[in-house]
């Protein structure tokens, strides 16, 4: 508990056994349950999570987004806090970013990596396809943030009855905070934080995955429009 919620950690994972070890040789007491999703691990993601006492949900379908929609159904915390299990995300950051949620009575605080505060823990073309894609997301929301692919998000669980995300892959992290910042009754911060250098193998298919959230962006924000 904190400031008497109930605090939930969910972390989506493919094959993480390196960064979820050392995520859980340094997680703080603040989290009421850890969450991992494992989505088809063929490591031995599972065991490692086990070992540490978290809760395995498993989802079939494979997906980052699939993953979070899952973890998000299994959460039971009032507040939820996500991370990927590379390990590249700050956890000494977390209780401060919950303070502020709390206190600044707002719902959805997502972490912004930029500018990163090392250049070495985001490749080139990361960093540029992650710039273009936050370019049309201010474009279409009318909102400036700088860090639209964040996977760093704090927010109470009660939001996700406002919403409507719904992607199954990549895009999903913009695709939830397109639905929140264009949802007038959902109070939404993007504070910095630090990023660090990920463990194990990348996931991430550049061309591939920017593309389609390139073309996501504006099909979701056509999509909300008609609603």
Known sequence: MYKDR????????????????????????????????????????????????????FEGKRGYGWAHQAGFAAALGDIVVTMDGDDSYPLQEIEPLIKKLID??????????????????????N????????????????????DSQSGLWIFKKEI??????KNGGMPFSEEIKMEIILNRNIKFKEIPINYFNRIGEVKLRKWKDGW???????KKRMDIFLR
């Open 6 to 57: 109930k605090i939930s950690l969910t972390i989506p994972c493919y094959n993480e056994e390196a960064g979820l070890t050392a995520i859980f040789k340094k997680i703080p007491n603040i989290f009421d349950e850890v969450i991992v999703v494992d989505n088809n691990c063929t490591d031995n993601t599972v065991q490692v999570a086990k070992t540490f006492g978290a809760k395995i949900f």
């Open 160 to 165: 996700l009855q406002k919403i409507k995300p």
């Open 212 to 218: 389609e959230c390139l073309i996501f962006l504006f």
């Open 127 to 146: 960093r540029l396809g992650n710039f273009i894609l936050t370019i049309f997301f201010r474009i279409l929301t009318g909102r400036f943030i700088r």
């Open 104 to 125: 600044d009575d707002l719902d959805f605080i997502s972490g912004c990596r930029f500018p990163l505060r090392s250049e070495r823990s985001m490749s080139f073309l």
